[in-house]
């Protein structure tokens, strides 16, 4: 899983 | 999501709100920063270019959107309407940011996840928040009477960062796999600036003085 791009902060 | 990622967004909205808050209704944006509301415009811009490509939740893409249209609104008010930019602190607020523009643009071409536009870009803006707090900090400092909105503003600000690294610290034992080194240190940077503000605050607090930065 690409964790880097998963950008679920604000 | 956990409670400290709540409580900090919560925190961090309710900071917009408190200066939005003084500029709509007193009219005044004495002792707040242009340079630092700026620096926050262009960190929303270059950190959502995803907000219409990569849904993630609702509540992230209304706070994208809040968070986005409350720092363009804020400067437009500051720069252009007609009442509140008369009490702009021009000649105090003389931080040269767009010094911090080139070098934070500079780190994230260098220092990046992935070298393509929107993870430099993501980093980019990540870097500049972690500084984007120095104009407002140097004006509070020449600032003879802080007023109460504007020092609450800085605290709640200094506040969500603060929380934002319980969340990290909360989520690194509770996921797998969660380690992200530019978004922490860039974060404890950040929130280290705030120490001695809050050294200030508290002083002031407890002892039922106005606050007052010494130079």
């Known amino acids: 899983l690409d964790k880097i791009l998963y950008h679920d902060e604000l | ?11 961090h909205l309710f900071s917009v709100l408190v200066l939005l808050l003084k500029i709509h209704t007193i009219k005044s944006c004495a002792g ?14 270059a950190r959502y270019l995803d907000i219409f490509t990569n849904y ?37 607020d003389t ?4 010094f911090l523009i080139l070098p934070c643009l500079l780190l994230a071409l260098l ?17 500049l928040e972690a500084v ?4 407002q900090l140097v004006l509070l400092q020449r600032t003879r009477n802080i007023d109460n909105l504007t020092g609450q503003y800085v605290f709640l ?9 319980l969340n990290w610290v909360y989520r690194y034992f509770t996921e797998p796999h969660f380690v ?22 508290f002083q002031s607090w407890k002892n039922n003085q106005k606050l007052h930065l010494p130079a």
């Open chain 2, 1 to 11: 999501m956990n409670i400290f990622r709540l409580a900090g967004d919560m925190t």
């Open chain 2, 32 to 45: 707040v920063s242009l340079k630092t509301q700026e620096l926050y415009a262009l960190v929303f811009a």
């Open chain 2, 56 to 92: 993630i939740s609702l509540y992230n893409t209304v706070m994208k959107l809040i968070f986005l249209g409350s720092s363009f609104s804020i400067v437009w008010y500051m720069r252009y309407h007609k009442i509140v930019r008369r009490s702009y602190d021009k000649d105090q």
């Open chain 2, 95 to 98: 931080f040269r940011h767009y």
């Open chain 2, 111 to 127: 220092i990046n996840e992935k070298f393509t536009f929107k993870e430099v870009m993501w980093t980019f803006s990540l870097y």
């Open chain 2, 132 to 135: 984007a707090i120095l104009p």
């Open chain 2, 157 to 165: 600000l200094g506040a969500y960062r603060a929380l934002y690294i």
């Open chain 2, 180 to 201: 992200h080194w530019i978004t922490w240190v860039s974060g404890l940077v950040q929130t280290l600036l705030y120490a001695d503000f809050f050294y200030y605050y």
